[in-house]
């Protein structure tokens, strides 16, 4: 696509639920990153996917938090047993950069999934 | 810890003005510089970045000058626009670190007023 999209942009659920967010990056892109952003605060990172694989999840606050790109295209962020902490917006970001490239790695985000557990 | 800072949550500027929003840095591996604009329900999108062996890049109306000594960047904007009114990320990117792991500040909302 032309974008960066992400699903759903808003998600209201409660305390101790499941949640899936998903990611669909500009196609050709084979990075692919997590980020949350919490209220006043800047994007955190969570994740990193380069093709299928993980390579960096070393943001992932803890092992409620998943991620798969099983084709290396479409992502899914996973979240086990919410809680009231895990309310934020979550960024999904991709980039055509490959290491070793010279230069800034800009990112492309897409409008974010807002999550609010109750 | 926060490796990024900036410490203006926000800042008013009347249009044709200067605006100027500043940025401090802790980490002295970071190797890139980036400030991202960001509107109400959409994604940050990149405006203009800097590599930490320069002390200037311009594009357009946008400039960000770096001081490595200081720690310190900042991004000026001439003539300021009533469009260019959303909140403003900086952010950076640390040699050896993962690709594309961006260290983010909290953002400055400016205001741009006819």
């Known amino acids: 696509g032309a974008g960066v999209s992400q699903t759903p942009s808003n998600k209201v659920t409660e305390k101790g639920k499941y949640v899936e967010l998903r990611c669909d990056p500009i196609s050709g892109h084979t990075a692919l990153y997590w980020y949350r952003q919490s209220l006043g605060q800047g994007p955190e990172f969570l994740i990193y996917f380069q093709g299928t694989g993980a390579a960096d999840d070393s943001g992932l606050p803890n092992d409620r938090f998943f991620a798969v790109r099983p084709e290396g295209s479409v992502s899914t962020l996973k979240i086990q047993r919410t809680e009231r902490g895990d309310s934020a917006v979550y960024l999904c970001?991709?980039?055509?950069?490959?290491?070793?490239?010279?230069?800034?790695?800009?990112?492309?985000f897409g409008a974010g999934s807002r999550l609010t557990v109750l | 810890d926060q490796q990024v800072k900036q410490n203006s949550p926000s800042l008013s500027v009347q249009e044709g003005r200067i605006s100027i929003l500043n940025c401090d840095y802790t980490?002295?591996?970071?190797?890139?510089f980036l400030w991202y604009k960001k509107y109400p329900a959409e994604g940050p999108t990149f405006l203009i970045s800097?590599?930490?062996?320069?002390d200037k890049n311009e594009d357009g109306r946008f400039t960000v000058f770096l001081n490595k000594s200081a720690k310190h960047l900042s991004l000026h904007i001439v003539p300021s626009q009533p469009g260019d009114s959303a909140v403003y990320f900086c952010a950076a990117s640390a040699k050896g670190s993962t690709l594309g792991r961006l260290y983010f500040g909290r953002g400055t909302q400016l205001t741009v007023w006819p």
């Open positions: 980490n002295s591996m970071f190797d890139y």
């Open positions: 970001a991709s980039s055509h950069r490959l290491a070793g490239a010279s230069g800034a790695n800009v990112l492309t």
């Open positions: 800097i590599s930490s062996i320069k």
